[in-house]
């Protein structure tokens, strides 16, 4: 039955988990409202397994027992549960064996922002990593960045994710991931589950800019790499149009976000024959490839000699 399980896990790309793992998660699973739990104590009728059904966690917290009354059940794990539930037996029964197991999970919002493809709010039940919840989303769009940022209230846990930092309140925990290397399982122990509240934004991939006498111009998202080079922009922009000053092209540049672009100067006819280095552009960068004039002018009057010569031909019978 393990192999089994083994082979379906891996044939979906999945982290398998077996039931004594299962067990063991569901164990240090904190319990919150709406949550339903199963609680058996041995030879005791009153609080017999099938006699109670599932036990719902109230708004308030609380469970409420036979013999044992109402107890605070919200915040503590199956283990504190249980041997809250004992303590408060003790005096009517001698060491009494007291068993919890979570029957059904509550709904818990989870909010997924940025560059997913149905980003909102989601009531999320069970235990869920962080790519099931983006596959609830929709999954990522084709503008998305490598970096997921998690922000999570630290009274709910803490986020197990290295560089974690604290926001001004000293309420919340910031993380980011790289989930391109999470879904190659380069890393897959951050793939991590997701608590009640927590949001998940995924921004967009940084951009760089092609414009002028090109095929495409446009931008073009950062997506696999940190940086591309001009040839590798020049080819994404579909090659220069053939009025473009290739020897004359400028990259634009910000030192730092907002402040004026500097132009550097880059033959990007020379690196095309293979004459010049290939320049990395960085992020919001904008590659500039001007029209030449005289280029320009004998295309246009090429093109006025092709309809001359067309006129003739149609009228001139």
């Known amino acids: 039955m393990k192999t089994i399980c083994l082979f379906l896990c891996l044939l979906l790309g999945g982290t398998l988990q077996l039931p004594d793992q299962l067990a063991a998660a569901d164990r240090e699973y904190v319990l919150g409202p709406d949550d339903g739990v199963s609680v058996n104590v041995v030879d005791l009728a009153e609080l017999d397994q099938k006699a109670l059904g599932v036990v719902r966690v109230d708004h308030e917290g609380n469970i409420h027992l036979p013999l044992a009354g109402r107890l605070k059940?919200?915040?503590?794990?199956?283990?504190?549960?249980?041997?809250?539930?004992?303590?408060?037996?003790?005096?009517?029964?001698?060491?009494?064996?007291?068993?919890?197991?979570?029957?059904?999970?509550?709904?818990?919002?989870?909010?997924?922002?940025?560059?997913?493809?149905?980003?909102?709010?989601?009531?999320?039940?069970?235990?869920?990593?962080?790519?099931?919840?983006?596959?609830l989303a929709g999954g990522l769009n084709p503008d998305a960045g490598n970096q997921v940022k998690i922000t999570r209230q630290i009274s709910a846990g803490r986020l197990p994710l290295p560089g974690v930092t604290t926001d001004q309140s000293g309420g919340f925990e910031i993380g980011q991931l790289d989930v391109r290397k999470v879904m190659e399982a380069k890393n897959p122990d951050e793939n991590i589950e997701v608590l009640p509240n927590d949001v998940i934004t995924v921004p967009k991939a940084e951009l760089i800019y092609v414009v002028g006498a090109v095929h495409r111009a446009g931008g073009f998202p950062l997506v696999e790499k940190q940086q591309i080079s001009v040839l590798q922009a020049v080819s994404l922009a579909e090659g220069l149009d053939a009025t473009a000053s290739a020897k004359n092209a400028r990259i634009l540049r910000e030192s730092v976000p907002g402040a004026e672009r500097k132009e550097l100067h880059v033959n990007v006819g020379e690196i095309l024959d293979g004459r010049a280095k290939d320049v990395a552009l960085q992020a919001n960068d904008i590659l500039f490839i001007p029209v030449s004039i005289p280029k320009s002018a004998s295309i246009r009057a090429l093109e006025a000699g092709v309809q001359a010569a067309t006129g003739i031909a149609v009228f001139g019978r």
């Open 73 to 135: 059940a919200a915040g503590l794990t199956v283990e504190q549960l249980e041997k809250q539930i004992a303590s408060r037996l003790s005096g009517i029964m001698n060491n009494p064996e007291v068993s919890v197991s979570i029957a059904e999970y509550r709904n818990h919002p989870v909010s997924v922002l940025g560059a997913v493809r149905n980003p909102g709010v989601y009531q999320v039940s069970g235990r869920k990593t962080l790519f099931e919840v983006l596959s």
